[in-house]
């Protein structure tokens, strides 16, 4: 099938590629000339663990290609991809700026019959607008369907090519038709494509985000209250994640979600309960838990160095806001070094693939300091704060830790490591929801 994919962020780049590897002939197109040649040329604009060998390959064979051009794009395609950005408000709204004015260019270019998908994450109604934004223009039959992505960045080409379930929102059985012929690939092994109305699509996608984020908060708030009555928090999520009823999954105490979907998907759902009136007071909890858990961390280590941390230096380990990413977009680790900053300390930082992007947002910071490894990070630091849970980061030698810090003090803001190996080593151990500090 010939398919044309708008928009080469995150999502429009591993769909494009992901629909070209099973055999489609995918036109990527976006307004950035200077992104559109770097994939030319072969090279990502992203990281995502699996993505390069796919990319490079299909490229080769001429099944992924790439164009400024959306007429060209657009022109012999069966499927329209709007794979484009819907940033959040200053009231938490999702801005659809960029997808309903697709959707009137469109109108004026298309000359048959094509099926326009919304796989950008968008509000309830959406597709009712993109259909009627294109009809202002369109002299031909089309059919606009919601099909939400559900991609999880680090194991995204994996959730591409082996969903646990594709969600199609459509009421056209011309459209349906095409969807099954496009993914029945990637269902081969049972797993359903299940149909329903556009509006009931649109809404599964937000009701599964919030959901997982809720799952977060929660148990950050049970890591926090088993910090005050002496419980430790790792105890408690294998003895709930046991239940079959609750599985084991999302239920890791930590310092905050982050990236590019719970946030904004959490925050444009609330949006939406209040246009139509509702209070979704679980909701509007989940985000208060979430900014305020971010910066926990500064707190314990206020608690150690008092409020004044003027001439201290913070070592930091992750700055992505989850493993196999260098995505920084909410990163807790953001809110951590502007805290930080804010009561007069210094940070250097390392991380395997954000270093880029960390040097991007923060290129005028003269108080961060960005380090080639994790062991440049941590000497002569006066405690280490991890954020992020790389691999590279799981097994450490606690009197190693120990003689490269300036103060043996570690806050662990994933629970990597073992409290009673840290404090037998003499390393003061602040964890989330193990008890206020292990100290030798």
């Not at 009231?91 to 998908?117: H, M, N, P, R």
Request: charged share 25%; with cysteine; hydrophobic share 40%.
């Amino acid at each position: 099938m010939k398919l044309a994919v708008i928009g080469t962020g995150y999502v429009g780049l591993v769909s494009g590629t992901c629909f070209a590897e099973t055999g489609n002939q995918v036109m990527c197109v976006d307004i950035d000339e200077n992104k559109i040649n770097r994939l030319k040329s072969g090279k990502l604009t992203i990281y995502e663990p699996g993505l390069q060998v796919l990319f490079e390959r299909n490229i080769k064979q001429e099944r992924l290609l790439f164009t400024t051009d959306l007429e060209e794009a657009v022109k012999d395609a069966q499927i329209i991809f709007l794979a484009l950005p819907t940033p959040p408000g200053e009231d938490g709204s999702a801005d659809l700026s960029y997808v309903l004015g697709v959707a009137e260019q469109l109108g004026k270019i298309i000359t048959d019959y094509k099926v326009i998908v919304d796989k950008s994450t968008v509000p309830v109604g959406t597709a009712e607008r993109v259909e009627a934004a294109i009809a202002k223009n369109a002299k031909t039959e089309f059919d606009v369907v919601s099909n939400p992505e559900f991609l999880r960045e680090g194991v995204a080409v994996d959730d591409f090519m082996k969903p646990d379930r594709v969600v199609v929102g459509t009421s056209s059985d011309r459209a349906k038709k095409v969807m099954e012929k496009l993914y029945n690939p990637y269902v081969r092994q049972g797993n359903p494509v299940i149909f329903m109305d556009e509006r009931s699509a649109e809404m599964t996608k937000y009701a599964a985000n919030s959901y997982l984020a809720t799952r977060i908060s929660f148990m950050n708030e049970i890591a926090n209250i088993c910090e005050l009555v002496g419980a430790n928090v790792d105890f408690v999520r294998k003895g709930m994640g046991s239940d079959n009823r609750i599985g084991q999954r999302f239920l890791f105490a930590g310092v905050g979600y982050g990236g590019s979907c719970f946030p904004k998907d959490v925050q444009a759902l609330e949006r939406t309960a209040n246009e139509n009136k509702y209070e979704f007071k679980i909701l509007s909890s989940v985000m208060k838990v979430n900014e305020l858990q971010k910066v926990v961390m500064v707190d314990k280590i206020k608690s150690f160095y008092g409020e004044d941390l003027t001439g201290k230096h913070f070592a930091m380990w992750g700055l992505a806001f989850k493993p196999n990413t260098d995505d920084m977009r909410d990163a807790p680790s953001r809110a951590l070094m502007e805290e930080l900053w804010k009561s007069g300390a210094k940070v250097q930082a390392y991380d395997p693939e954000a270093m880029h992007e960390c040097e991007r947002i923060y290129a005028e910071r003269t108080d961060l300091r960005l380090c080639r490894s994790r062991e440049e990070a941590v000497e002569g630091a006066d405690a280490l704060v991890i954020c992020t849970e790389w691999k590279t980061f799981r097994t450490v030698e606690p009197e190693w830790l120990k003689q490269s810090l300036n103060y043996p003090i570690v806050v662990d803001g994933r629970n990597l490591y073992d409290p009673l190996a840290m404090s037998s080593a003499g390393i003061i151990y602040y964890a989330i929801g193990r008890g206020l500090k292990f100290a030798g």
